[in-house]
């Protein structure tokens, strides 16, 4: 379970103070894929963050009682100076985990041939989110997290595979997907939320939260 109480979260811009939330509390619990839908601009990634535990809230309490993943895309652990096959392996070793098994599950999910034996600075953003993604998916967490503004990869047939195996891990696994979209989180979300103003809407349906979406965006 995954638990935020009176989370409160703001940045000074500059010019004025910008609130991602105000005294949330909101539960997900494992079997119960959460879709968060939130306009551009509203805070996402920093909700994704607090999530794994990346940033602070700046009051209230996160109460994490499973495995919750690294956000897709964050490449916080991964050394450039060193390849990917390097990179797995010694992240394996952190999480307690055999580096033969995540190392080959990596190489096969990213598909990069001899790159993924090269230095990980020399790879373009699209490559380093495939093998971020692969490993998220190798570690195999009880949480995944998803946020759709962190870097992605055009590669079609990884898409494809990393997809896949996502809608597998469903039925076992939990996901939150955040999105400015709806149709972003049809496949993953099983109830689904609505970020506006710093207040979290919580809905038992991806219907009955796009009502609401749609007359904040829309209306």
Known sequence: MLEFENVSKSYWTGTQRKVILDKASFRVELGNSLGILAPNGTGKTTLINMMAGLEKPD?????????????????????????????????????????????????????????????????????????????????????????????GTTDVEFNRKAGDILQERLRTTTIIIVSHQAKTLEKFARSAAVLVDGRLHMFDTLEEAKQLYDYETQG
């Open 59 to 151: 009051e209230g309490e996160i109460r994490r009682s499973c495995n919750v993943s690294f956000p897709l895309g964050f490449m916080g652990g991964v050394i450039n100076k060193v390849s990917a096959m390097e990179n797995s392996r010694y992240i394996a070793k952190l999480y307690g985990l055999d580096p033969d098994y995540v190392e080959a599950y990596c190489r096969w999910l990213c598909d990069l041939g001899e790159y993924f034996d090269q230095p990980m600075g020399t790879y373009s953003s699209g490559m380093k989110a495939r093998f971020s993604f692969a490993l998220m998916l190798a570690l195999e967490f009880d949480i995944y997290l998803i946020d759709e503004g962190m870097p």
